[in-house]
């Protein structure tokens, strides 16, 4: 019932545009998330607006078609102040100060001093693209041993609870064990070393970030496998 009420309301309140853009604004103060969405806004208005000028059509125009590529209101506001601020004759990177990230407004500016703006919005694009990859793979690699790590802490405790309610506690216990040994075959599959292969053959050689996800993932790995040895020997 609240499922159903919920998928109701939520596109409802979602549809109006007030409730929209407080929604857009509160997703880019999220931790991580908000982060990894600026990076991928940023990367999409650069590359789409790089193109167009690559392709010789004038600034104001190509930022105003580049607009709809960012995937923000909040980004694609500060987009309409910087087209209305180049109508008037300012440059196009402190109309987009305080939304975009530093870095890009750094590069957007040497390209609109050095007349090569259309090659630095590409770099701009090129460069966060890197980075929202890098961030998802570490994502990923931290993902897999927190749910073993989770699954393991409910086989441990499942046994003990189960012991309480019911009798048979030797069958039960006989059974966590049982699943307890799965998951640790699991977790020996799922180690810090695989996690560095696949970053290896994903972008060629491990990064900082990817090798420091690497490192806790096999923390967590240790904490699972305890949280299985403490199942089983019970």
Same mark, same amino acid.
């Given at each position: 019932?609240? /499922?159903?009420?919920?998928?109701?309301?939520?596109?409802? &309140?979602?549809?109006?545009?007030?409730?929209?853009?407080? +929604?857009?604004?509160?997703?880019?103060?999220?931790? +991580?998330?908000?982060?990894?969405?600026?990076?991928?806004?940023? &990367?999409?208005?650069?590359?789409?607006?790089?193109?167009?000028?690559?392709?010789?059509?004038?600034?104001?125009? @190509?930022?105003?078609?580049?607009?709809?590529? @960012?995937?923000?209101?909040?980004?694609?506001?500060?987009?309409?102040?910087? !087209?209305?601020?180049? @109508?008037?004759?300012?440059?196009? &990177?402190?109309?987009?100060? /305080?939304?975009?990230?530093?870095?890009?407004?750094?590069?957007?500016?040497? $390209?609109?001093?050095?007349?090569?703006?259309?090659?630095?919005?590409?770099?701009?694009?090129?460069?966060?693209?890197?980075? %929202? *990859?890098?961030?998802?793979?570490? $994502?990923?690699?931290?993902?897999?041993? =927190?749910?073993?790590?989770?699954? $393991?802490?409910?086989?441990?405790? +499942?046994?003990?609870?189960? %012991?309480?309610? =019911?009798? $048979? +506690?030797?069958?039960? *216990?006989?059974? /966590?064990?049982?699943?307890?040994?799965?998951?640790?075959?699991?977790?020996?599959?799922?180690?810090? !070393?695989?996690?560095?292969?696949?970053?290896?053959?994903?972008? /060629?050689?491990?990064?900082?970030?990817?090798?420091? @996800?690497?490192?806790?993932?096999?923390?967590?790995?240790?904490?699972?496998?305890?949280?299985?040895?403490?199942?089983?020997?019970?």
């Amino acid at each position: 019932m609240l /499922g159903a009420v919920a998928t109701y309301m939520i596109p409802s &309140a979602l549809a109006r545009p007030e409730t929209r853009r407080r +929604w857009h604004a509160a997703r880019l103060a999220w931790p +991580w998330i908000g982060d990894l969405e600026l990076k991928y806004s940023t &990367a999409r208005l650069a590359r789409t607006l790089g193109l167009l000028l690559k392709s010789g059509v004038p600034a104001l125009p @190509a930022l105003k078609i580049a607009r709809a590529s @960012a995937t923000n209101l909040v980004v694609q506001e500060s987009v309409d102040r910087a !087209a209305a601020a180049l @109508a008037e004759g300012s440059a196009l &990177a402190p109309s987009l100060a /305080g939304t975009l990230p530093p870095l890009a407004l750094q590069m957007i500016a040497v $390209g609109e001093e050095s007349g090569r703006l259309e090659d630095l919005c590409l770099r701009v694009a090129d460069t966060y693209d890197g980075e %929202v *990859r890098r961030s998802l793979r570490t $994502g990923v690699a931290l993902l897999e041993p =927190a749910l073993i790590l989770i699954f $393991g802490a409910v086989i441990t405790m +499942w046994p003990e609870v189960a %012991v309480q309610e =019911a009798r $048979g +506690w030797a069958y039960l *216990r006989m059974g /966590g064990g049982v699943v307890s040994s799965i998951i640790f075959g699991i977790m020996l599959a799922l180690s810090p !070393a695989r996690a560095r292969s696949i970053t290896t053959r994903t972008s /060629g050689l491990p990064t900082t970030s990817d090798e420091s @996800a690497s490192t806790i993932s096999g923390i967590v790995f240790i904490l699972s496998s305890i949280f299985c040895a403490y199942s089983v020997s019970f």
